[in-house]
């Protein structure tokens, strides 16, 4: 038996993370089951920990049992496994982590910043920085930079590039963290002379952030701070700081950059040794930078031009056949002077002729995101490749004074750099495609935060991250990613316990923030935690998070049972249970339903919504009953409790209310109570053949909104699993399948994609936006059946139904790859193939059997 697939806090041979007790994970490879682990970790060949044999079968989050670790301190580390007849097994390939700076005077470096005074109203070309250092004979064992910058960056030495990450350092709330990167530079630094080169951009911090692309949000001087450390054989260690050392220019190239509306580019510009330089300015930020302990953003896929298309109107257009987000890169030979310019873009409108009005946000002299890029040529041979911006595209209008070659453009996914962790096929091609679509989705909404969407608005919108989070944690390794989500929301968190609509806040609109603490949204903060904790089995999680979540619970239960002459709504609970009736603040309720369910109005958010706000304090409070007692805090418990029953009791009065009757066409009202169990044997009863009654009326189509459509199939299931795969498999609009249908390659805001605005086109919903997607975890987790509901341990359920002839799902877990099959005979009974990993077992539970404990291999029923 053999250790593979080697992690440290779930990332593969990190460097720079600030865990000074991290956790070691591993999957078993051959044998059955792991009786006995050892772990040997060594510090420049020296062992600093042997963990000596341990009888045990963990393998996931085994935490470190060395001394407590320091600054730069690097570790190699192997395991060796015994199998379940105690043979020694061989050892695992080695891996690695390393240790940031985690200490404050670690850092030597000062913020600089350009020198030129700034004017909030003016735009400003790239900063860029440079210093000289010289090296002497002695051999070079080991170098790192340790990088950051409010703003967004790119470093070289030497013209060599540091690190394959973009849009360092990523996006925080800058105002109170900032995260910075670590990079192994030592195959860059020669010796005698080198040249450490930085570009400053002003990216989240000073651009376009959120749907009107406020300027300055967090900031006006953007500012950069690195620290190169050159450790020779000798031991003497060599440190290069930014200071005013630093030489500073922004007569380069890139005279223009902003995240979302693009650059300019004049390629006369590039030979620095024209530029003039100035004295680089030090400054200060009162932030001390810190790990972000997840995934660099990185380029990933690369795409080819599909189809040139010639419009009507005579213009040129690149199709990349795929919606992504990312930027291009091209070579041209040109004349100096002769210019290029590129707009990128989601769709074509109904002439056939590109646009950007379903992203953009337009009012007198505004338009945002401008999604382009102005490039001017020098003479010969020209090369380039965005670096400060990402755009959400399929399609590229090419308007250029110099002929592009198709195999000369490149388009260039950007995303961070989480791996793919599962497999889905099925005897339905159009079921197929839209699981892929909705893992493009999660890639291009993926920029170090999960956005909306990579287009017009790109906020890190709580309710869609909490609805998502069972897909993504399936379809990727999500867990790092998530966990900083979550420390963005907490570093928003409020005194009283709110938690807000979107992390980081800025580019929010102030008419908005009477928004934050909306239900669905903000009990995010404790969704997310609760959710990472169930799938990956790290109780760590909500220890970490625990007392955030313990004040919003707070918040919550403080502000239910009272009202509010501005906002709260009428209805006839009175008595006791008056008290946990939640309608109080502003809630965005159920979120874009078909329109011919629910139109929505701005009266919709102006007035709370106790129907849906009670369920969701219901059952934000079992959550929190759970978590607490695993955690040991009991003397939290009976509250939470009283809160989750207490809203049960009065939202089953609620419902006996005609203004908000259970009988109704609007499937989420029914879907909502079902799911969350708030309902009494009578109400459910009637609630279950209402709903159906429901999707029969509209035809058996998806009529739910943002926060109910990924619990429609679960609560289906619970009365017919037919039902489920009835809605699942129907092609027209509204409903999942219809848009892979109509061609596309990702999921749209809005049900009718490009069709939205009624039907009249020309809407302004994204056509890149994965929360309809997250129906995907129902297909994963009741279709296939695949679960984890315990260290070492699944659950495989499968629930066959519908037209399909077969469906597979390969799930890489924490604990290893689980794999199910299931397929139709012609006698019309199912066929199960099932894989469990080695060292876990699985209880088996097939539609209208007992359940059977199966442990690792293959098994076929």
């Given at each position: 038996?053999?250790?593979?697939?080697?992690?440290?806090?779930?990332?593969?041979?990190?460097?720079?993370?600030?865990?000074v007790?991290?956790?070691?994970?591993?999957?078993?490879?051959?044998?059955?089951?792991?009786?006995?682990?050892?772990?040997?970790?060594?510090?420049?060949?020296?062992?600093?920990?042997?963990?000596?044999?341990?009888?045990?079968?963990?393998?996931?989050?085994?935490?470190?049992?060395?001394?407590?670790?320091?600054?730069?301190?690097?570790?190699?580390w192997?395991?060796?496994?015994?199998?379940?007849?105690?043979?020694?097994?061989?050892?695992?390939?080695?891996?690695?982590?390393?240790?940031?700076l985690?200490?404050?005077?670690?850092?030597?470096?000062?913020?600089?910043?350009?020198?030129?005074?700034?004017?909030?109203?003016?735009?400003?070309?790239?900063?860029?920085?440079?210093?000289?250092?010289?090296?002497?004979?002695?051999?070079?064992?080991?170098?790192?930079?340790?990088?950051?910058?409010?703003?967004?960056?790119?470093?070289?030495?030497?013209?060599?590039?540091?690190?394959?990450?973009?849009?360092?350092?990523?996006?925080?709330?800058?105002?109170?963290?900032?995260?910075?990167?670590?990079?192994?530079?030592?195959?860059?630094?020669i010796?005698?002379?080198?040249e450490?080169?930085?570009?400053?951009?002003?990216?989240?911090?000073?651009?376009?952030?959120?749907?009107?692309?406020?300027?300055?949000?967090?900031?006006?001087?953007?500012?950069?701070?690195a620290?190169?450390?050159?450790?020779?054989?000798?031991?003497?260690?060599?440190?290069?700081?930014?200071?005013?050392?630093?030489?500073?220019?922004?007569?380069g190239?890139?005279?223009?950059?902003?995240?979302?509306?693009?650059?300019?580019?004049?390629?006369?510009r590039?030979?620095?040794?024209?530029?003039?330089?100035?004295?680089?300015?030090?400054?200060?930020?009162?932030?001390?930078?810190?790990?972000?302990?997840?995934?660099?953003?990185?380029?990933?896929?690369?795409?080819s031009?599909?189809?040139?298309?010639?419009?009507?109107?005579?213009?040129?257009?690149?199709?990349?056949?795929?919606?992504?987000?990312g930027?291009?890169?091209?070579?041209?030979?040109?004349?100096?002077?002769?210019?290029?310019?590129?707009?990128?873009?989601?769709?074509?409108?109904?002439?056939?002729?590109?646009?950007?009005?379903?992203?953009?946000?337009?009012?007198?002299?505004l338009?945002?995101?401008?999604?382009?890029?102005?490039?001017?040529?020098?003479?010969?041979?020209?090369?380039?490749?965005?670096?400060?911006?990402?755009?959400?595209?399929?399609?590229?209008?090419?308007?250029?004074?110099?002929?592009?070659?198709?195999?000369?453009?490149?388009?260039?996914?950007?995303?961070?750099?989480?791996?793919?962790?599962?497999?889905?096929d099925?005897?339905?091609?159009?079921?197929?495609?839209?699981?892929?679509?909705?893992?493009?989705?999660?890639k291009?909404?993926?920029?170090?935060?999960?956005?909306?969407c990579?287009?017009?608005?790109?906020?890190?919108?709580?309710?869609?991250?909490q609805?998502?989070?069972?897909?993504?944690?399936?379809?990727?390794n999500?867990?790092?990613?998530?966990?900083?989500?979550?420390?963005?929301?907490?570093?928003?968190?409020?005194?009283?316990?709110?938690?807000?609509?979107i992390?980081?806040?800025?580019?929010?609109?102030?008419?908005?923030?009477?928004?934050?603490?909306?239900?669905?949204?903000?009990?995010?903060?404790?969704?997310?935690?609760?959710?990472?904790?169930?799938?990956?089995?790290?109780?760590?999680?909500?220890?970490?998070?625990?007392?955030?979540?313990?004040?919003?619970?707070?918040?919550?239960?403080?502000?239910?049972?009272?009202?509010?002459?501005?906002?709260?709504?009428?209805?006839?609970?009175?008595?006791?249970?008056?008290?946990?009736?939640?309608?109080n603040?502003?809630?965005?309720?159920?979120?874009?339903?078909?329109?011919?369910?629910?139109?929505?109005?701005?009266?919709?958010?102006?007035?709370?919504?106790?129907?849906?706000?009670?369920?969701?304090?219901?059952?934000v409070?079992?959550?929190?009953?759970?978590?607490?007692?695993?955690?040991?805090?009991?003397?939290?418990?009976?509250?939470?409790?009283?809160?989750?029953e207490g809203?049960?009791?009065?939202?089953?009065?609620?419902?006996?209310?005609?203004?908000?009757s259970?009988?109704?066409?609007?499937?989420?009202?029914?879907?909502?109570?079902l799911?969350?169990?708030?309902?009494?044997?009578?109400?459910?009863?009637?609630?279950k053949?209402?709903l159906?009654?429901?999707?029969?009326?509209?035809?058996?189509?998806?009529?739910?909104?943002?926060?109910s459509?990924?619990?429609?199939?679960?609560v289906?299931?619970?009365?017919?699993?037919?039902?489920?795969?009835?809605?699942?498999?129907?092609?027209?609009?509204?409903?999942?399948?219809?848009?892979?249908?109509?061609?596309?390659?990702?999921?749209?805001?809005?049900?009718?994609?490009?069709?939205?605005?009624?039907?009249?086109?020309?809407?302004?919903?994204?056509?890149?936006?994965?929360?309809?997607?997250?129906?995907?975890?129902?297909?994963?987790?009741?279709?296939?059946g695949?679960?984890?509901?315990?260290?070492?341990?699944?659950?495989?359920?499968?629930?066959?139904?519908g037209?399909?002839?077969?469906?597979?799902?390969?799930?890489?877990?924490?604990?290893?790859?689980v794999?199910?099959r299931?397929?139709?005979?012609?006698?019309?009974?199912?066929?199960?193939?099932?894989?469990?990993?080695?060292?876990?077992?699985?209880?088996?539970?097939?539609?209208?059997?007992?359940?059977?404990?199966?442990?690792?291999?293959?098994?076929?029923?």
């Amino acid at each position: 038996m053999k250790a593979v697939r080697l992690r440290c806090e779930y990332l593969t041979d990190p460097i720079g993370i600030d865990i000074v007790r991290p956790r070691l994970s591993w999957n078993c490879e051959g044998g059955n089951k792991q009786s006995a682990y050892q772990i040997i970790a060594k510090m420049e060949d020296e062992t600093v920990w042997d963990s000596g044999k341990v009888n045990s079968d963990q393998m996931h989050l085994v935490i470190w049992g060395g001394e407590t670790l320091g600054s730069r301190d690097r570790i190699e580390w192997t395991v060796k496994l015994w199998d379940e007849n105690d043979i020694e097994g061989e050892e695992s390939d080695t891996a690695s982590f390393e240790l940031g700076l985690l200490n404050n005077d670690d850092w030597k470096a000062r913020w600089i910043t350009g020198n030129y005074k700034v004017n909030k109203k003016n735009r400003y070309p790239v900063d860029c920085f440079r210093k000289r250092f010289w090296t002497g004979e002695k051999k070079v064992k080991s170098a790192r930079a340790y990088m950051t910058a409010c703003g967004i960056y790119e470093g070289s030495i030497n013209g060599d590039r540091i690190g394959e990450f973009c849009l360092a350092p990523g996006i925080t709330d800058y105002r109170k963290r900032v995260q910075y990167q670590t990079a192994d530079i030592t195959d860059k630094i020669i010796q005698g002379k080198n040249e450490v080169f930085f570009m400053l951009a002003d990216g989240w911090y000073r651009g376009s952030v959120g749907a009107w692309g406020m300027k300055n949000y967090y900031g006006s001087e953007t500012k950069l701070l690195a620290q190169i450390e050159i450790t020779y054989e000798d031991g003497e260690v060599q440190v290069i700081c930014t200071d005013e050392s630093f030489e500073w220019t922004n007569e380069g190239p890139i005279r223009f950059a902003d995240n979302k509306d693009g650059e300019n580019y004049d390629a006369r510009r590039e030979d620095f040794e024209k530029a003039k330089w100035w004295t680089a300015k030090e400054t200060y930020h009162n932030v001390i930078p810190t790990a972000s302990n997840n995934f660099a953003l990185k380029e990933q896929e690369r795409l080819s031009v599909k189809n040139v298309i010639r419009t009507p109107q005579g213009k040129t257009i690149f199709d990349f056949g795929q919606n992504i987000a990312g930027y291009v890169e091209f070579d041209v030979v040109a004349d100096e002077g002769q210019r290029v310019f590129l707009r990128f873009g989601e769709k074509l409108d109904e002439a056939g002729e590109f646009t950007q009005h379903n992203i953009q946000c337009v009012r007198k002299n505004l338009i945002t995101p401008l999604q382009q890029i102005k490039y001017i040529c020098k003479d010969g041979q020209n090369h380039y490749k965005t670096r400060f911006a990402i755009f959400g595209f399929q399609y590229v209008l090419v308007e250029s004074d110099v002929h592009i070659d198709l195999e000369n453009m490149t388009a260039i996914a950007v995303y961070s750099d989480f791996e793919t962790t599962f497999k889905f096929d099925s005897s339905n091609r159009l079921l197929n495609q839209f699981v892929q679509n909705t893992l493009w989705s999660l890639k291009n909404n993926s920029a170090d935060l999960p956005t909306d969407c990579p287009t017009r608005e790109r906020h890190g919108w709580s309710g869609d991250a909490q609805i998502f989070i069972g897909t993504a944690g399936y379809m990727v390794n999500y867990a790092p990613f998530a966990m900083k989500y979550e420390t963005d929301l907490c570093d928003w968190q409020t005194k009283d316990g709110c938690f807000p609509q979107i992390a980081p806040e800025g580019g929010t609109d102030s008419y908005m923030r009477g928004m934050n603490g909306s239900s669905g949204w903000s009990d995010a903060g404790v969704i997310i935690p609760y959710r990472l904790w169930k799938q990956n089995g790290d109780i760590r999680i909500i220890e970490k998070y625990y007392d955030s979540m313990k004040k919003y619970a707070g918040y919550v239960m403080e502000r239910a049972g009272k009202e509010s002459l501005l906002n709260s709504e009428k209805h006839s609970v009175k008595g006791k249970e008056k008290k946990y009736i939640y309608n109080n603040g502003q809630h965005y309720g159920e979120w874009a339903e078909p329109s011919d369910v629910h139109a929505m109005s701005f009266k919709d958010f102006i007035k709370s919504q106790p129907e849906v706000s009670t369920a969701y304090m219901s059952y934000v409070m079992t959550l929190m009953v759970e978590i607490a007692g695993a955690l040991g805090k009991t003397e939290d418990i009976n509250l939470y409790k009283e809160y989750a029953e207490g809203a049960k009791r009065a939202y089953q009065k609620l419902v006996e209310d005609p203004k908000y009757s259970l009988d109704t066409d609007r499937q989420a009202k029914l879907v909502r109570p079902l799911y969350f169990g708030m309902l009494n044997e009578k109400q459910t009863e009637y609630a279950k053949k209402r709903l159906i009654k429901a999707l029969e009326n509209y035809k058996w189509r998806v009529g739910t909104g943002f926060l109910s459509t990924p619990l429609l199939p679960y609560v289906l299931q619970d009365i017919d699993i037919e039902y489920a795969y009835k809605l699942l498999e129907n092609e027209e609009k509204p409903g999942w399948l219809s848009m892979p249908k109509s061609g596309a390659t990702t999921i749209w805001e809005d049900w009718d994609g490009p069709d939205s605005n009624n039907g009249k086109g020309g809407g302004i919903a994204s056509l890149n936006h994965y929360s309809k997607g997250a129906v995907c975890q129902w297909i994963f987790e009741a279709m296939c059946g695949i679960r984890v509901v315990g260290e070492n341990h699944f659950i495989i359920a499968p629930h066959p139904g519908g037209h399909f002839d077969f469906a597979e799902f390969s799930y890489d877990s924490v604990y290893g790859t689980v794999f199910c099959r299931w397929d139709k005979k012609d006698d019309g009974e199912y066929s199960y193939h099932i894989e469990v990993p080695a060292n876990t077992d699985a209880m088996v539970i097939l539609p209208g059997k007992e359940g059977l404990e199966v442990g690792p291999g293959k098994a076929d029923f």
